[in-house]
């Protein structure tokens, strides 16, 4: 292998996808997720959005032809646009995804990184590089008896449209006609939330 780039998500997209342009064709992905997209894999809770503009915010979109229908972007688009760029640039052929990687070590007589993961690989590269980024793992907040709570309860980054009922691209969530909802949280992702919660829940509280 000649390069391996830890994350699928924009840094590791846009990696593989110049690797790909200057002749490298030996490109891996390792991603935890199951597919690309990085925060926008995670992130689809109702009303998400970039509030980038698109124009600046999505990568290769000349190289893609793509054009963004919005100056703000909503996440469905966003992500189906990492998954154009991943088959753009066949970096879906050998990336590994639901994996995780365990172990890196510098061989130094081979002058290669060796690579083990959670499921079991165990390969070498000559380059190694990382997008891991912050937004992956689920932040909860620390409140005494969070842990003991009896309703129902998730992160935003895996909302439950099984209990909620609609979708990330707007449907409403007439699941939660007879529930009181609370919203711990009002930043960028409570106030994109928040509005759409309030159409269907019966009350809602933010906190």
């Given at each position: 292998?000649?390069?391996?780039?830890?994350?699928?998500?924009?840094?590791?997209?846009?990696?593989?996808?110049?690797?790909?342009?200057?002749?490298?064709?030996?490109?891996?992905?390792?991603?935890?997720?199951?597919?690309?997209g990085g925060t926008w894999y995670w992130n689809r809770y109702p009303g998400?959005?970039?509030?980038?503009?698109?124009?600046?915010?999505?990568?290769?979109?000349?190289?893609?032809?793509?054009?963004?229908?919005?100056?703000?972007?909503?996440?469905?688009?966003?992500?189906?646009?990492?998954?154009?760029?991943?088959?753009?640039?066949?970096?879906?052929?050998?990336?590994?995804?639901?994996?995780?990687?365990?172990?890196?070590?510098?061989?130094?007589?081979?002058?290669?990184?060796?690579?083990?993961?959670?499921?079991?690989?165990?390969?070498?590269a000559k380059y190694l590089g990382m997008g891991t980024g912050p937004l992956?793992?689920?932040?909860?907040?620390?409140?005494?008896?969070?842990?003991?709570?009896?309703?129902?309860?998730?992160?935003?980054?895996?909302?439950?449209?099984?209990?909620?009922?609609?979708?990330?691209?707007g449907a409403p969530m007439d699941k939660l006609a007879d529930k009181r909802?609370?919203?711990?949280?009002?930043?960028?992702?409570?106030?994109?939330?928040?509005?759409?919660?309030?159409?269907?829940?019966?009350?809602?509280?933010?906190?």
């Amino acid at each position: 292998m000649t390069f391996a780039f830890i994350g699928a998500g924009l840094s590791g997209l846009v990696v593989g996808a110049r690797l790909k342009e200057a002749g490298i064709k030996d490109v891996r992905l390792i991603e935890k997720g199951g597919d690309v997209g990085g925060t926008w894999y995670w992130n689809r809770y109702p009303g998400v959005r970039c509030d980038t503009a698109a124009m600046i915010y999505l990568p290769l979109l000349e190289e893609t032809g793509y054009i963004p229908s919005e100056k703000y972007v909503r996440g469905p688009e966003i992500l189906e646009h990492c998954e154009r760029i991943a088959e753009h640039y066949g970096l879906r052929d050998k990336a590994l995804f639901h994996t995780e990687v365990h172990s890196l070590e510098w061989q130094e007589d081979q002058q290669v990184w060796r690579i083990r993961t959670s499921r079991g690989d165990d390969f070498t590269a000559k380059y190694l590089g990382m997008g891991t980024g912050p937004l992956h793992v689920a932040k909860l907040p620390g409140i005494p008896g969070i842990e003991s709570f009896a309703g129902k309860s998730f992160h935003t980054s895996r909302w439950d449209y099984e209990y909620t009922g609609g979708d990330a691209h707007g449907a409403p969530m007439d699941k939660l006609a007879d529930k009181r909802v609370a919203v711990i949280g009002t930043g960028a992702t409570g106030v994109q939330c928040i509005p759409q919660l309030a159409k269907t829940a019966k009350e809602l509280f933010v906190f």
